[in-house]
C-alpha cells in the first residue's frame, strides 16, 4: 500500500513539474525584437544630425538580435513601457524605432515623481540649435572625471557600448516611457537588460567620444526622439518640475524644423554673395544662420545652414 502511494506521489509530483516547466517556457519566450535598417543616411550636403550624431553612433546590425536571443530567457514581460514601444527591444540603437511625430499620441502623461538628478552639476551647453546649424540633442553639464552618474528613474538598461560620437554610453528604458541617455562615460557599472532604480549609480563621468573636456551629455527621449530637458527638469534645484509631465506635439517641433534645415556645401571659388545668389538667401541671413561674419573666411567643404 505504502508503494503504491509512493509511486503516484512521484507520478503527481512529475505531472506537475512538466506543467510548470512548459508554463515557464512560454513566459520565458524571447520578446519581440524588430529590426530596423538604418534609418540615417544623410544626402550629400544635407544633415539634420548633430555634436552628438546619430551617423556615427547608430549602426544597426544583427549582432542586437543574436545579442538578445542568445540570452534566451528574457522575459518580454519585465521590458518597461514594453508595449508602447511595440515590443522593440534592441541592445545596440539608439533610435530603432522608426516613430513619425505626426503619428504620436497627443498627450502622453509621464510620471516623474521619482525623478533622481543623474548629476548635480552646472549646465554647460542646452538641448537645440548650436551655432546656428548644429542640433544638440540633449543637455551638457560640467563634471570632473570620475564623478559619480545616476539613473534618473528606475528602469532597464537597454544599451551599454561605445560609439565615435557618444563615447562610452548607457540607454535606460524606464517604466514611465522615457528613455534616457548618458554619453562621454569614463567607466560604467551595469550591463544590458539589467534592472537599475532610480538614482543608482550607473557609471562615471568622463570626456570619451566627441568631447572637449569632462561633461556629461544627458538626453531624455520618447518613441525614440529627443525631448528638451529644461521642459522637465529644473536644471538649478535638480528637481523634476512637476510630479506628472505632459508631453505633446509641441515638445517635438524641431523635428519638423530639422527636417526643412538645408545647407549649402562651399565649393572652390564660392564666396557669400554667390552663395547667396545661389540660394536665395540674403547674405545677413546665411550670416546670422551660422553665426558668421561678413568677412569670415569660408572653407571648401563648409556647410552652411541656409534656411
Ligand atoms: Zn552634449
Known sequence: MRLVSKVISVLIFLFVSIFAYSQN?????????????????????????????????????????????????IDSTVIPAAKLYNYVWDNRTVN?????????????????SQYCHPNKNTVTSDFGFRRGWRFHYGIDTRLKTGDSICSAFDGMVRIVQRGRAYGNYIVIRHFNGLETVYGHL????????????????????GSTGRSTGPHLHFEIRYLGHSVSPRE????????????????????????KELEEVRYYTVRKGDTLS?????????????????????TTIL???????CT
Open 274 to 294: 554667390g552663395i547667396s545668389k545661389k540660394t536665395g538667401v540674403s547674405i545677413d541671413k546665411i550670416c546670422q544662420l551660422n553665426n558668421i561674419k561678413r
Open 232 to 255: 522637465m527638469i529644473d536644471f538649478e534645484n535638480y528637481t523634476e518640475k512637476c510630479q506628472i509631465f505632459e508631453l505633446n506635439a509641441q515638445h517635438f517641433t524641431y523635428v
Open 299 to 305: 572653407r571648401i567643404g563648409q556647410r552652411l545652414r
Open 186 to 205: 569614463s567607466k560604467t557599472f551595469v550591463k544590458v537588460n539589467q534592472v537599475v532604480r532610480a538614482g543608482e549609480m550607473i557609471a562615471l563621468g
Open 96 to 112: 530603432p524605432y522608426r516613430q513619425r511625430v505626426a503619428d504620436m499620441p497627443d498627450t502622453f502623461r509621464i510620471d516623474f
Open 25 to 73: 517556457v512560454i513566459k520565458y519566450l524571447p520578446p519581440t525584437v524588430i529590426l530596423k535598417d538604418s534609418e540615417i543616411s544623410p544626402e550629400e550636403g544635407i544633415s539634420t544630425e548633430s555634436e552628438v550624431s546619430l551617423e556615427d553612433d547608430e549602426t544597426i546590425s544583427l549582432d542586437s538580435l543574436i545579442n538578445l536571443t542568445s540570452l534566451g530567457m
